[in-house]
T-cell receptor, first 116, second 110 residues
């Protein structure tokens, strides 16, 4: 069973608020990812991290920011939420063991964000 | 730019049919290809493929990778209504980025 957790599961907030979506994993994985997914649509990579103090932007431009101060924690922050940020946000982690070896990515249950 | 393309985007079949889902990719420094099933919330892992020509099997599901032609297929035999879901293909590429395809929405009618 995957040990990766996202909080909150659901969030409804007003425009202009600052929010942080939490993601934690207890598997010691180096790689962590944030994906954005609208209902019925594809997953878009918005941020990823190779390890502590490393963060990269993904393929989909996002106004959010991330940090990776600890291996197990990869929070995503929106400084000023807008209705266009309404979506589901999925966090994932994986491990790279070198020489082409990888684990599959484990996903959290997602945070469904609604900005009104 | 890394790209993963799945086809078809949507498929409707009857219970008992066999389906084949396709995934082609163009990525820099391919590492592995993964298949996931997504029903309501988070994707759940099905297979990871790293080597060409070796079939992975789990019950009625099987998958194979062709690294020369840059594609993978996912087969589901004797489909059941519980197989209805979006099936996602993802590739681990250079710098360990995990890139997903658009997904194939599979609907199994009784």
């Amino acid at each position: 069973e995957a040990d990766i957790y996202q909080t909150p599961r659901y969030l409804v907030i007003g425009t202009g608020k600052k929010i942080t979506l939490e993601c934690s994993q207890t598997m010691g994985h180096d790689k962590m990812y944030w994906y954005q997914q609208d209902p019925g649509m594809e997953l878009h990579l918005i941020h990823y991290s190779y390890g502590v103090n490393s963060t990269e932007k993904g393929d989909l431009s996002s106004e959010s920011t991330v940090s990776r101060i600890r291996t197990e924690h990869f929070p995503l922050t929106l400084e000023s939420a807008r209705p266009s940020h309404t979506s589901q946000y999925l966090c994932a982690s994986s491990e790279y063991s070198g020489q082409g070896g990888n684990t599959e990515a484990f996903f959290g249950q997602g945070t469904r964000l609604t900005v009104v | 730019e890394d790209k993963v393309v799945q086809s078809p985007l949507s498929l409707v079949v009857h219970e008992g049919d066999t389906v084949t889902l396709n995934c082609s990719y163009e990525v820099t420094n391919f590492r592995s290809l993964l298949w996931y099933k997504q029903e309501k919330k988070a994707p759940t892992f099905l297979f990871m493929l790293t080597s060409s020509g070796i079939e992975k099997k789990s019950g009625r599901l099987s998958s194979i990778l062709d690294k020369k032609e840059l594609f993978s297929i996912l087969n589901i035999t004797a489909t059941q209504t519980g197989d209805s879901a979006v099936y996602l293909c993802a590739v681990i590429a250079v710098a360990q980025k995990l890139v997903f395809g658009q997904g194939t929405r599979l609907t199994i009618n009784p």
